[in-house]
């Protein structure tokens, strides 16, 4: 079945977990001492591991951890087969292209870097990296909100940088960046060492995600008193315009709103995970087949790269 065919699939809004790894609920964690693989789950017809690998002083430790969360332990993120099956689907389209570089998802907080980041991550068979875990495990705090508190935003950057930094050497895997990675050009010298895929959300359905989940693992977001939903939402205003065209830097661009106009939602909130992760296949493969052609073109008559 086509991708498009796939996407006008019936589908009911989506209810999700904070940021996977942020709640311990449904969390299980591993380590060992090899680039171990080890399946955690079963999403159906989807082979569904999920690995993560922690960094210290710009060394990469083997460490895993099985990072994906199913309220419950029963029901799948999958909205149906027929979705599980196309993103098995692009996957396969798309991995020969990719041939082995990495995927960073960029957006604002709450986009669904880390939840659409590990369905991918999944049924490519590449690790999973969160850079916000990567940061704290690397400064020993268990929080960005503490690293913000006892330090400085600055201090939480200049080791975001570092994380990207040693990432960048990496192959096989899908990263999901914090929000504000996309303000030094230094990140994007890292990040283009793979693929940039920029997850477009309206703010109004950031600021309902993060209303719903609280503020207290966002500090930039943090506030004490107020209308979760319009604080967060003047907040991600402010962000989003100081970020400019920043996460438009990305080589490929999901927007939810074309995804749910292609399905006829009038709501990006009716649309599953599972949707986004196979429309960021489709752009994925894309982007990498244009870029194959305009280096085909460019070959004497005959030839191709
Ligand atoms: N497609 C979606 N529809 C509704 N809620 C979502 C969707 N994707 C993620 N969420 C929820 O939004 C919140 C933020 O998602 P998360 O993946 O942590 O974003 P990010 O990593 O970009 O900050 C979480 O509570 C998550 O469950
Ligand atoms: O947008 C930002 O500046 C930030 C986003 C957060 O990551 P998420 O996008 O994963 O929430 C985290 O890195 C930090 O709180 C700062």
């Not at 690998?53 to 149906?80: A, D």
């Not at 993103?87 to 082995?100: F, I």
């Not at 009038?266 to 489709?282: K, N, R």
């Amino acid at each position: 079945m086509e991708a498009s065919a796939a996407l006008s699939l019936k589908s009911s809004s989506w209810i999700g977990s904070e940021k996977g790894g942020r709640r311990s609920e449904g969390f299980s964690r591993f380590q060992s001492g090899i680039w171990e693989k080890k399946r955690v789950q079963s999403l159906g017809l989807i082979d569904s591991r999920c690995h993560r690998v922690s960094i210290r002083s710009g060394k990469l430790e083997p460490k895993i951890s099985c990072c994906y969360k199913k309220s419950g332990g029963t029901e799948s993120i999958h909205n149906s087969v027929d979705e599980a099956l196309v993103l098995k689907r692009k996957s396969e389209d798309v991995l020969p292209y990719l041939n082995g570089r990495c995927i960073y998802l960029v957006g604002m907080m709450g986009s669904g870097k880390t939840t659409v980041g590990k369905i991918l991550s999944e049924v490519l068979g590449y690790s999973f990296f969160d850079s916000d875990k990567l940061v704290e495990q690397a400064v020993g705090i268990s929080s960005v909100a503490q690293i913000f508190k006892l330090h400085s935003e600055a201090f939480f950057r200049d080791n975001e940088s570092e994380v990207l930094r040693d990432l960048s050497s990496m192959r096989r895997l899908v990263v999901a960046t914090g929000g504000g990675a996309v303000i030094r050009p230094i990140n994007w010298k890292y990040m283009k060492q793979g693929l940039t895929v920029w997850l477009d959300v309206p703010l109004e359905a950031l600021a309902r995600r993060i209303a719903a989940v609280g503020t207290a693992s966002r500090p930039l977001l943090h506030q004490d008193s107020g209308d979760p939903y319009m604080k967060a939402f003047a907040r991600l205003s402010a962000l989003s315009e100081q970020r400019g065209d920043a996460y438009a830097n990305a080589d490929a661009r999901v927007s939810l709103e074309h995804i749910a106009t292609k399905q006829g939602h009038e709501d990006v909130s009716a649309l599953t995970p599972t949707a986004i992760a196979i429309e960021a296949f489709v752009k994925i493969e894309s982007f990498l087949t244009d870029k194959a052609a305009v280096r085909n073109s460019s070959l004497p008559s005959g030839m191709s790269a």
